[in-house]
């Protein structure tokens, strides 16, 4: 069959119909037995190899597939395989492929061998009791890459769990261990995020597992999506380790009060000729109508989210990662590449299983190129968002690029680095974009944020844009300034707040844009910088603990946007936004932005006003502070005062 004609068959509703196969896939043992499914309907043989190791030696054993119904090969035994790592020979298309198993949810040293598990023997101690800590009041996600987090020598991490899982379970390390100084974990309970967002752990390809600890990559290139990445483990080998050690890290996350979110990139494979393609030869795949394949990743391959086994797949790895490894929440890469109709589906499947909300679903609502989906397939992109459930979020690069400008061109800049600012481009920020004229219902879909892995850091770009462009370790105190007032801007929006790790002290990458396989000295948190600039973290954290005080800004719901009561101009560059903060501690809202370089000498509205943040503190809703009448506003700063 050439590849055109294989294509209309694969998106065929016949094909759908004759090949859907509900069943789980994988290898799943018990001391009963164990058993091998496959899911395989184009090909004529599978041979299923069983090995003592994860690599080198010969197969102990080699055992042909049984065909079932719906493409369905399988192997069943009594035996209790429980470490045995194994391989398929897929015989399709003329053409036989060793590959791992797809659907594994173990492997040896860089996937290779996939291994069967009995998952019971990796929970840690005490894994059955953990549980995620309650619901915040609003969720705030910091965003982290496994090995940025500890890899610093300063960390105080013990040097054996530097870059790896086991530096989640290390509570009170302080800054080269001087016993003061709070790092990873203990500054992020001290920081008061509610959620970390783990950058790739599933298994990925693009770093040695057996090489060395100088490797970097961010890790979006899949190759297992069912399996956590090795190169974090103390022991890439042996299969269980890097379970164990990946729910270990979780574990201790929610111990610190701390929910999880785990990145997911279900829209490419690392390669084209990944364990999917192996088995399947382009099923999983989007073709162009030739049956080349199609580049919506810019990687070179695309999964087709809208074939039913593909959306099986994904949908099956959701829930496991969920089900096993207790992940509160998913981050999707790319999500502009996955249709609405999946998405929707994972949405209601993980409502369903775990109640309303509990975790959350949010993604990137954009490609990198245009997509070959089967023609009348819809994406998950800003146009569709309405058409989602409330429970899935985007990320919003409005406010993003409204605050200190465009991630395209180092010079463009926003509100707070010269760009000025202009109150009906400000209020959809504080919506969240949602409401009548937005493009989310409410601000549960909103992800509000300044700057993420990708591109570069929100301080970097203040350096090109405020300061001398090429001294990124020091900063200005107009640099400063600017970071505290964007820091501001984004505590001032309705949605779900994002932080890229870091952010919250001066992170630089010494203005690399795109680090994904930067050496891990440029990408690593800076310890030693996150105490040295005290003084922005601590603006961060006053925030992050008023943040969870505001109703007026925590709203969630379609209603959300009626909060803003109004916001204007009142004076050149210096917008003042009231809202409605039914249910909190004060009544209203009065947010303050002056942009300019010049101090502001305001009018209030009457009534009597509690200073909560000003340009300089954001401590301040720590004691009664009240004015009435006027109020006083640095230059650059930004200011919330709550009424009494
Ligand atoms: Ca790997």
Redesign the pocket.
Known sequence: MDLRTQKAWFDSTGFEKDYHCDVPMGAFCSPLGTRFNLWAPTARAVRLNLYAEGSGGAAMEQIMLTKGARGLWSYETKRHLDGVYYDYEVTAGGQCRRTSDPWAKACGV??RRSMVVDLRRTDPEGWSEDRAPELPPENIIWEVHVKDFSFDPASGVRPEYRGKYLAFTEGDTTLDSDGVHPTCLSYLKRLGVTHVQLMPVY???S?D?AGDEGQFNWGYDP??FNIP???YATD?YHGEVRIRELKQAVQALHRAGIRVVMDVVYNHTWQLESPLFNVVPWYFYRQRPDGSASNGSGCGSELATERSMCAKFILDSVLYWAEEFHMDGFRFDLMGLIDTGLMTCIREALDQRYGVGEKLVYGEPWAAENNAARPGTRMCNKGSLRDLPLGVGSFSDDIRDAVKGSTMDERSSGFVNGRGIWAPHLAPCIRGWAGEDGWAKAPSQTIAYLSCHDDWTLWDKLIFTLADGKKFRRGTPEVFRANRLAAAFLFSCQGNLFLHAGEEYGRTKDGVKNSYRSAPEINMLDWRRAWRNKKLADYYRGLIALRKQLPALCDKTEQAHRRLLYVADVEYETTGALLDNAGGKWKRLLLIHNVSHDPRHLPLPAGKWQLLVDGENSFRWKKENIHEDFIDVEPMSAMILGEA
Request: no cysteine; aromatic share 8%; hydrophobic share 15%.
């Open positions: 860089n996937g298994d990925y390809g770093v597992e190759v297992h990445e090795g190169s890439p």
